[in-house]
């Protein structure tokens, strides 16, 4: 009885740890943004925080910018990651070297760089008074450094959009990759003698074999990045703000009876993400590429 | 289609890492394969005989030689313009895609109609006895039924030639025997040529036209089944096609005489001297009635019997004379009346006596 209770109670402190933290900032914030607020004296259930905030047009248009940037930053960083993923691929059936173990690391790279340092690197490089607008203008590219288009802190988001493409395709290459190699390298030789070149290998073979594993990393990348503080706060406009920013912002900047609203834009993230996982969930399952696989 | 032609093919592999283990090497090949010719290369495993195959199908380079296919060189083809269809010891179907994908997958390269090639490959698989099956996944068939698949696909695409590189030694031989079977009829009723790789004899010998007997990198001998097995042109050959019983002596004054001396008879004129092996099949080796004087045109042997085996309806015994053991086969009634340890008389018809060097 000791023995198998035992890994259990041994876990317990971790998994406590987690669900009070968690769980409970997520039953807290539930309850806040339902209008139960002790301190302020409100003990009442109701709903006027989430009427208030579908009502406002900061909200909608907050939702749309992030919305927007959450599902441009995961295609490119989706397009990205795929294509990375499918030249590393190649480039280990053709190689036998220890050169593909270079690439690998090199692609891997961004992985290990924190995400506010992602940003800042951004900033740096893109911002019109940044690296490569320096670089154009004294080659000649640009005129003056005001002519390089604005990337950084653009109501647009490609600031944003460029940090995630950039330090997200690894994630989605580090996803594929396996799956690649799970590739039967004979199926090479296969498509060769019934006539596939490589491009035709690529579209018959690589791609329909990656796509379960290219959705489902493609899509946590739009989740994190849908939910994400740190960047869109350091590369953003105050308005409109994704809405994570535009959260703390009422957070922060309103009164006691303005957080309700914060929290329930959080609460809004949440079910939009748990909402957008059953659809990648219900088409992954319809699809049934993964047919025949083992 | 056209004859296929090896012309000196070689390929030399780059030494492993492990310095003891010698760099394989394919020593210069040449074959003519017929238009509609089964031609099967025979040897052990590691002898080369796959290298030669993706040597013609293009799918590794070959370091001197030619190959050609009627009058065209495609020595330098790619193997995705070589028109050669292959079927390997996996059916290395793609399991993402349904059966008649599967087998349709060579027409669609050649951009051949989805309409015309969803129906050639239907048909395809009507022929290999898999009508039905075309809207299933790979992983819904057996072993078998996904090594037919894999033949519908290469035979579909209508080949110059078909190249197959053991495709029925991971099935059961009751599987096996079925697939040979079928190989062969699909071969005959489409005239396609075919070049088979096997370490299997059996297999070699039941499907093939000719038959090449490789070795150590070498192609040895190639010939029709028959003339291989009568007349092994070398004691590996002989060795490889099971022939075991091989003598060791010399043939001196127009005699063959054994190492050990247990073997002394007369042979004809036109036995080249010197040092050699004698080779008996152990089908010629006759059991001697008794009190049955020996024929002129035989050799007789006397020996112990050490071993006799039930063997699919006939009985296979092993005789030692003098220092060799001899095997060989005995109808049921003949071994009847033997015993292990029972010291026996054998005849073998001169005719039958085949000597290598």
């Known amino acids: ?294 | 289609m056209s004859s296929l032609r090896i012309i000196n093919i070689e390929k030399q592999y780059q030494q492993t890492q492990r310095k003891s283990d010698p760099a394989f090497s394919l020593q210069p090949v040449g074959l003519t394969i017929n238009e509609g010719e089964f031609f099967s290369l025979l040897g052990p495993s590691g002898c080369g005989k796959t290298t030669l195959l993706k040597l013609v199908a293009g799918l590794l380079q070959a370091d001197n030689g030619e190959i050609w296919v009627g009058d065209a060189n495609i020595t330098a083809v790619p193997p995705e313009d070589r028109r050669f269809a292959m079927v390997f010891q996996q059916s290395l179907l793609f399991p993402h895609m349904t059966v008649e994908d599967n087998v349709a997958f060579g027409l669609k390269m050649q951009k051949v109609g989805k309409k015309q090639r969803l129906a050639d490959a239907r048909e395809m698989l009507e022929h290999v006895g898999l009508k039905g099956f075309g809207l299933r996944f790979p992983d819904e068939l057996s072993g078998g039924q996904q090594q037919r698949v894999a033949l519908a696909r290469a035979l579909v695409a209508n080949p110059q030639v078909l190249l197959m590189d053991e495709p029925f030694s991971a099935l059961d031989p009751s599987l096996r025997e079925e697939m040979r079977e079928l190989l062969s009829r699909i071969q005959k009723q489409f005239r396609v040529t075919v070049l088979f790789v096997t370490h299997d004899r059996e297999e070699a010998f039941q499907l093939s036209d000719r038959i090449g007997v490789m070795s150590e990198g070498t192609l040895l001998q190639v010939g029709k089944a028959r003339d291989l097995y009568e007349r092994p042109e070398s004691r590996k050959v002989a060795s490889f096609l099971g022939l075991k019983n091989s003598v060791e002596g010399i043939v001196a004054a127009g005699r063959f005489i054994s190492a050990d001396r247990s073997f002394d008879f007369p042979v004809e004129e036109t036995i080249e001297r010197g040092p050699c092996h004698l080779i008996l099949r152990p089908e010629v080796v006759q059991l001697k009635i008794l009190k049955e004087d020996p024929l002129e045109d035989s050799i007789q042997l006397s020996g112990v019997i050490q071993q006799l085996r039930f063997n699919y309806g006939f009985y296979t015994g092993t005789i030692q004379v003098g220092i060799y053991l001899l095997d060989c086969s005995f109808t049921s009634q003949q071994a009847e009346g033997l015993v292990v340890g029972q010291e026996i008389d054998v005849l073998v018809n001169k005719k039958d006596l085949w000597f290598v060097a």
Not at chain 1, 271 to 276: F, G, N, P, Q, R
Request: glycine letters at 8%.
């Open chain 1, 1 to 294: 009885m000791w023995q198998k209770t035992k890994p259990y109670l041994l876990l317990l402190p971790a998994v406590g740890t987690i669900v009070l933290l968690f769980f409970g900032g997520l039953f807290d914030g539930l309850l806040k943004s339902l209008g139960y607020f002790p301190a302020i004296g409100e003990t009442r259930f109701e709903l006027t925080a989430y009427t208030d905030l579908l009502r406002s047009s900061e909200f909608w248009e907050s939702l749309f910018l992030t919305l927007r940037v959450a599902a441009l930053s995961s295609v490119i960083a989706g397009v990205l990651g795929a294509a990375v993923a499918i030249s590393l691929y190649l480039l280990n059936e053709s190689a036998k070297s220890g050169t593909t173990q270079v690439w690998h690391r090199l692609f891997q790279l961004p992985l290990t760089i924190p995400h506010l340092v992602g940003g800042y690197i951004i900033v740096l490089l893109f911002m019109q008074s940044g690296f490569l607008s320096k670089i154009l203008a004294t080659i000649g590219f640009i005129d003056e450094i005001p002519d390089f288009p604005v990337l950084v802190n653009d109501p647009f988001g490609w600031g944003i959009i460029l940090t995630y493409a950039w330090k997200e395709a690894p994630f989605v290459s580090l996803m594929i990759y396996p799956v690649l190699s799970r590739i039967h390298r004979s199926w090479r030789d296969v498509s060769r003698v019934f006539g596939a070149g490589n491009w035709s290998f690529i579209r018959e073979i690589v791609l329909p074999v990656m796509l379960p594993a290219w959705t489902i990393a493609t899509f946590i990348v739009f989740v994190f990045t849908f939910s994400a503080f740190e960047v869109p706060f350091l590369l953003g406009v105050t308005y409109p703000s994704m809405l994570p920013v535009y959260s703390y912002q009422l957070y922060t900047s309103g009164t006691l009876a303005d957080r309700p609203e914060a929290l329930a834009v959080n609460i809004l993230l949440a079910i939009l993400t748990i909402l957008l996982g059953l659809v990648v969930y219900y088409f992954s399952k319809r699809w049934n590429v993964l047919k025949g696989w083992d």
